[in-house]
T-cell receptor, first 111, second 112 residues
């Protein structure tokens, strides 16, 4: 089945540093989604990517849809304490009615 | 605009007791609806999804069931809870065309 490999599993960074995480798949995806989940809350959609090579920003967040359509990257610039949370990549399964989720990247920002 | 409501936010139940979690969506019609479970803050496991009233697909065999009595209402149930049913339960909605899912705020279930 389709699986997403997300890395790193966790990151501890200093406030102000840039962050980069990625997601890879053995299958081609037509859509890549990035979510953020804060403790005790549901995941919130950050960025949606629909085209190979697409680069999209949302404030300090930038995500890219890999050219091969088998990977995606999320970068956070100048991290702040409120960036803490778990970041998930996701992509639609073949049925397009379900999403496959990566295992998440736990981000901790140290003051 | 569309909103999704999920309740209760937290629930503590004894083993063997029944369960009913409810989710409703506003501002859209004929959404696809989903129940996910998340253990230990990581890994979203799809439990059920529904593409219409009375249509339920189960992804994993388990002690839980789901029902969709109305277009924008999705219910997760159990007749007798197990310790292993503890976890964070998330409801979500989406439309096949957009392929994006929008999540509720979750229910933290503790079975003791």
């Amino acid at each position: 089945g389709q699986q997403l490999n997300q890395s790193p599993q966790s990151m501890f960074i200093q406030e102000g540093e840039d962050v980069s995480m990625n997601c890879t798949s053995s299958s081609i995806f037509n859509t890549w989604l990035w979510y953020k989940q804060e403790p005790g809350e549901g995941p919130v959609l950050l960025i949606a990517l629909y085209k190979a090579g697409e680069l999209t920003s949302n404030g300090r967040l930038t995500a890219q849809f890999g050219i091969t359509r088998k990977d995606s990257f999320l970068n956070i610039s100048a991290s702040i304490p409120s960036d803490v949370g778990i970041y998930f990549c996701a992509g639609p399964m073949r049925s397009a009615r379900q999403l496959t989720f990566g295992s998440g990247t736990q981000l901790t920002v140290l003051p | 605009s569309q909103t999704i409501h999920q309740w209760p936010a937290t629930l503590v139940q004894p083993v063997g007791s029944p369960l009913s979690l409810e989710c409703t969506v506003e501002g859209t019609s004929n959404p696809n609806l989903y129940w996910y479970r998340q253990a230990a803050g990581r890994g979203l496991q799809l439990l059920f999804y529904s593409v219409g009233i009375g249509q339920i697909s189960s992804e994993v065999p388990q002690n839980l069931s789901a029902s969709r009595p109305q277009d924008r209402q999705f219910i997760l149930s159990s007749k007798k809870l197990l310790l292993s049913d503890s976890g964070f339960y998330l409801c979500a909605w989406g439309t096949g065309a957009q392929e994006k899912l929008f999540f509720g705020s979750g229910t933290q279930l503790s079975v003791l």
